[in-house]
């Protein structure tokens, strides 16, 4: 083997030794130049690396220039010119003379004057990670066919360690990641209320990722979604923003339950550009919050801090991985509420039937007992003024037994535990239009099969409170209670033709309606609330019927 063979093999092994080993990257890279300009002849030799965003220079290392002369030059180069060419290019470069060559932008000031150039890129696996070059080969002449194959072999070389560098970067990037989301989900995993767990998801989340403004955004009845919590730049100012269901991309994410990331919010036709420009807003990701294949949510982070807006791929697994911790908590938060709920209503219907029970059994026959007595004591009397007397109290025990059994059926209608829900509604309907001259038509295609037992209390309770917002707020003449089968589910639809109300502000809703909602969300079933001024009101709710 020739003597300049053995060297540059030897040269070359020895970088690929250098990277493997544990020197820092830029000491590899300086032992690259280092060798490319002493096998080459080349008097001066640089590597640039380009940054990930392929924006700028990450690192420029060199040799054969001086300290004093590189701080004489000034910047690194911009990637004009023949470095520009290189970059674009990717492929390798000689030219007898730079300063003839119409593609240079010329020198800076200072810089040491170059004819001769050999430029190749810093390639691995077709992916391009900055430029290997060398200027200057000793003795003016160009550089050659073997110069260029020898400084490939060491550009290979500096790409693998450059390469190796930003895995090992972004690994340990990866695992202080990986630490602050568990330490974040074991936070998450304490907090079971859910408007402080919200807001710990939006904050925590903001600092990993370090967004301008991160927010969830919860779907509504209707398909908009609704932003509950805040974290980051005039929080304040966008917490109850309702996103259309038309022009939202939160509301498409909703529905598509995928993540997605956007370098430019401007060009994405989905974004609802009113919002975005109002939020003042650049870049974005939406993250669904899933549970059980169901979006109940969507964590949205807009612009990072810093002078690139644009979110990561990482930024992107991390919001994933920490929105599916997110999820969990904020479903098992729900379902604690709804089982406390559950409890209480329970324990509420429990409570009512026992009383409703006490007044009929007990009170009821306790007064029942009063009247036979003051019967035979009114027909012994000899006194006129006596039976008199006995009569009006005789009267006033009917009337107070009335008042018990009015009271007892209003608690719980003995007729909904023993009869069902028909039998039920037909008694409450009925003291209804007794005691209001409103009449109420119930229509009913039950039959007399029975439900489940929630079902039958939650559309009974649901009536209930329909017809005294009818006494309250209505002013109608008729209401009519139709139920109906739809499947495996009971619908029922209660209707008055009284003044209505604006049924889509539902700022308005008090303990009744909420009520409603809440009792129905326990059984799993669904409600709609019609009304518009002047044109009536319908309620209907849906609950499976077994
Ligand atoms: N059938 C109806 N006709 C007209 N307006 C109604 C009817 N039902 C409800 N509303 C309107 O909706 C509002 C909210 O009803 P909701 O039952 O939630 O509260 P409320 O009846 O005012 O108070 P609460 O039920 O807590 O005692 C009412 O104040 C009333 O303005
Ligand atoms: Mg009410």
């Known amino acids: 083997m020739a003597e300049t063979d053995e060297a540059r093999l030897r040269a070359v092994l020895d970088a690929a030794i250098a990277v493997s080993s544990e020197l820092s990257l830029d000491a590899v890279l300086q032992r690259i130049v280092e060798a490319a300009a002493s096998l080459t002849g080349a008097q001066y030799a640089a590597l640039g690396v380009i940054n990930p965003s392929r924006q700028a220079l990450e690192r420029f290392v060199v040799t054969g220039i001086d300290d004093a002369t590189r701080n004489a030059i000034g910047d690194l180069p911009s990637g004009r010119g023949i470095l520009g060419v290189l970059i674009r290019d990717a492929t390798p470069l000689r030219i007898d003379d730079l300063s003839a060559d119409l593609r240079a932008v010329g020198f800076p000031p200072n810089h040491p004057p170059m004819r001769t150039f050999l430029g190749v890129p810093v390639l691995l696996r077709g992916v391009a990670y900055g430029n290997l070059y060398l200027t200057e080969k000793a003795g003016g002449s160009p550089f050659s066919e073997e110069d260029q194959e020898i400084v490939q072999l060491l550009a290979g070389q500096a790409a693998v360690g450059i390469e190796n560098a930003r895995l090992y970067e972004s690994a340990t990037r990866w695992l202080e990641q990986l630490q602050s989301l568990t330490d974040v989900g074991n936070a998450l995993s304490a907090e079971i209320e859910l408007p402080k767990l919200l807001e710990l998801v939006v904050t925590r989340l903001r600092e990993l990722i370090d967004a301008r403004i991160v927010f969830i955004a919860r779907p509504q009845p209707d398909g908009a979604a609704l932003v509950e919590t805040v974290a980051g730049a005039a929080a304040g100012e966008f917490a109850g923003l309702r996103l259309d269901p038309m022009r939202s991309k939160t509301a498409r994410v909703l529905e598509r339950r995928r993540s997605e990331r956007v370098d430019s919010l401007l060009e994405d036709p989905e974004v609802d550009q009113g919002t975005a420009r109002r939020m003042g807003a650049r870049t974005g990701m939406w993250v669904p919050l899933i549970v059980r294949d169901r979006a109940i949510g969507v964590v949205v982070a807009q612009d990072k801090e810093g002078p690139d807006a644009r979110f990561t791929d990482e930024d ?140 039958e209390t939650a559309i009974y309770r649901i009536v209930q409170e329909a017809l005294t917002n009818v006494i309250k707020h209505a002013q109608a003449t008729t209401v009519s209670i139709v139920l109906t089968r739809k499947g495996d589910r009971v619908v029922a639809v209660i209707e008055d033709d009284g003044r209505g109300f604006d049924a889509g502000d539902t700022s308005d809703e008090r303990l009744g309606l909420l009520g409603m909602r809440e009792r129905i969300a326990l059984v799993d079933g669904r409600l709609s609330v019609e009304s518009r001024p002047g044109e009536g009101t319908t309620i209907a709710v849906e609950v499976p019927s077994r």
């Open 316 to 455: 992107l697994r991390i919001a994933e991985t920490f929105a599916e911790r997110a999820a969990l908590a904020i479903d098992l938060s729900e379902r604690v509420a709804r089982d406390a709920l559950r409890r209480v209503v329970a324990g509420q219907e429990l409570e009512r039937q026992r009383l409703a029970r006490e007044l009929h059994d007990e009170t009821g026959q306790a007064l029942t007992s009063i009247l036979l007595g003051l019967k035979a004591i009114e027909e012994a009397a000899n006194s006129q003024d006596v039976r008199q007397s006995v009569r009006e109290l005789r009267e006033l025990v009917v009337g107070t037994l009335q008042d018990v059994r009015r009271l007892a059926v209003e608690l719980r209608p003995k007729a909904l535990d023993d009869f069902g829900l028909v039998a039920g509604l037909q008694r409450l309907a009925e003291t209804f239009a007794e005691q209001t001259g409103i009449s109420v038509h119930v229509e009913t295609a039950l039959g007399d099969a029975r439900l489940a037992g929630d079902s």
